[in-house]
């Protein structure tokens, strides 16, 4: 989503970067170019004038322009200001001493709110809480169904009474129940409309006096622009609520909803849904977004990632293999697998700082998930002989594997090469050197 703009505030700073003395006009030309980049990236107009008027006088202090590396100063003030405007720590949900946590999820039709609510409740339930979702939304069709059906996808019981019974008796009854089972949080989907309008807001604000929420967050559309900040301005005059869960912001869409959220309502995104399937719905963390805006990745939560997936024993006897260039086909299903637990492979590579630019140098298809698909069948048409010592495969054996993985001896071959660079990048890795990245990711 913020590809376009973080080209441009990482060509600025670069332009910054390279002076070695910045004058007031070099700081005015900056802000200029950052303006620009903030207002096409459809950012509130008031939200970047004030973001730039406060940036610019940081930037005119004197330690920044009598610094060693004024440029250097310029960049960390920016990033500084980023995560600021979006909302400076990262917020979690507030739960409470005893009985159920209820969460109520308000939005509009269409902005992705069951979806996040089943998101959100298999994200805690992954934190260790018994959670269960309410069907509340009877007004759209297939909605209570939607809940059931993505409930269990993501481990969490649904208390559901059809349509015929209001929302309101239906929230009720649902939070009697979560009481009585012990549940540790109940997630309440309400109705959403095509726009904010009266009998929507009439309808949250009785659901909410019936469950006395403990959270309301809000659900938009990061795709809808700065639609999705005014309908925030609309639910927040009328139902006050606590922090904003954005969607679609794995999308094309500017980014300007995010950045201008905060500034605007007073209110923290606290998640934020980076893709479609249900696991990918993440803590908002403003501090890890503005790095990965200016290209300097995010490697907390690259190893948070991580550690979900491997565990101390099986990293320490893969950096023995590593050091030791043991390192065969079969370790590399096997760690193949483990990225891609961790989510899409381009979202992984762009939390790797300096790992942007070698991303945008790298063929079209290089990120095509589908790849990987054909890389592990092809793996798995091996013997076990041939993944621990590739050298044994042959020409004939070549046309074996590409029978068995409904592939080409082309594809084979470039699979065999692309492994055996690989095997070349950690042997200069371990001797101290780093070779050039994304001509190795192109297995040129």
């Avoid at 996808?153 to 012990?182: F, Q």
């Avoid at 301005?233 to 969607?247: M, S, Y």
């Avoid at 006897?317 to 590593?322: P, V």
């Amino acid at each position: 989503m913020f590809d376009a703009l973080g080209d441009r505030l990482q060509a600025t700073l670069s332009d910054v970067r390279g002076r070695g003395k910045l004058t007031e006009a070099d700081v005015d030309k900056a802000m200029r170019e950052i303006r620009l980049a903030l207002l096409e990236a459809d950012v509130n107009f008031k939200v970047v004038k004030d973001f730039t008027a406060k940036l610019k006088e940081r930037c005119l202090g004197s330690d920044v322009l009598e610094a060693l590396d004024p440029g250097q100063q310029v960049a960390k003030l920016v990033n500084e200001e980023l995560a600021a405007l979006m909302g400076g720590a990262s917020r979690d949900i507030a739960f409470a001493s005893s009985g159920p946590t209820v969460i109520l999820m308000a939005g509009l039709q269409g902005s992705g709110k069951t979806t996040a609510c089943a998101k959100l409740a298999r994200l805690l339930g992954e934190q260790g809480k018994n959670v269960a979702l309410a069907a509340c939304d009877t007004q759209r069709p297939a909605a209570v169904e939607q809940l059931v059906t993505m409930g269990k996808r993501a481990n969490a019981h649904v208390y559901e009474m059809g349509t015929e019974r209001s929302p309101v008796d239906i929230a009720g009854w649902a939070l009697d129940e979560a009481k009585r089972e012990a549940r540790d949080v109940l997630i309440v989907d309400t109705a959403g409309r095509l726009h904010v309008d009266e009998d929507l807001m009439d309808e949250l604000v009785a659901v909410r006096k019936r469950v006395k929420p403990h959270n309301i967050l809000l659900v938009i559309d990061a795709m809808t622009g700065q639609d999705a900040v005014n309908v925030a301005q609309a639910f927040g005059e009328r139902a006050e609520f606590d922090g904003v869960v954005i969607t679609k912001l794995d999308g094309d869409a500017r980014g300007g909803a995010a950045l201008s959220v905060k500034a605007v309502t007073g209110k923290p995104i606290m998640y934020a849904s980076v893709g479609e399937r249900i696991e990918q719905l993440e803590r908002f963390h403003p501090e890890r977004m503005a790095t990965r805006i200016l290209g300097m990745g995010d490697v907390m939560t690259l190893i948070e990632k991580a550690e979900e997936v491997h565990d101390a024993d099986s990293a320490a006897e893969l950096e023995r293999k590593i050091r030791k260039q043991e390192f065969t086909l079969e370790d590399f299903l096997v760690q193949m697998r483990q990225v891609r637990k961790m989510g899409p492979l381009q979202n992984v590579l762009g939390m790797m700082p300096g790992m942007g630019k070698a991303m945008k140098q790298m063929r079209q298809g290089d990120m095509d998930e589908r790849e990987l698909d054909r890389v592990e069948a092809i793996i798995l048409s091996m013997t076990p002989a041939e993944r621990a010592n590739p050298g044994l495969i042959n020409g004939s054996r070549r046309k074996r594997i590409a029978r068995g993985s409904g592939t080409t001896v082309q594809a084979v071959n470039q699979l065999v090469k692309q492994f055996g660079q690989m095997r070349k990048m950690m042997a200069a890795l371990s001797k101290g050197k780093m070779p050039d990245m994304a001509t190795l990711m192109r297995g040129r």
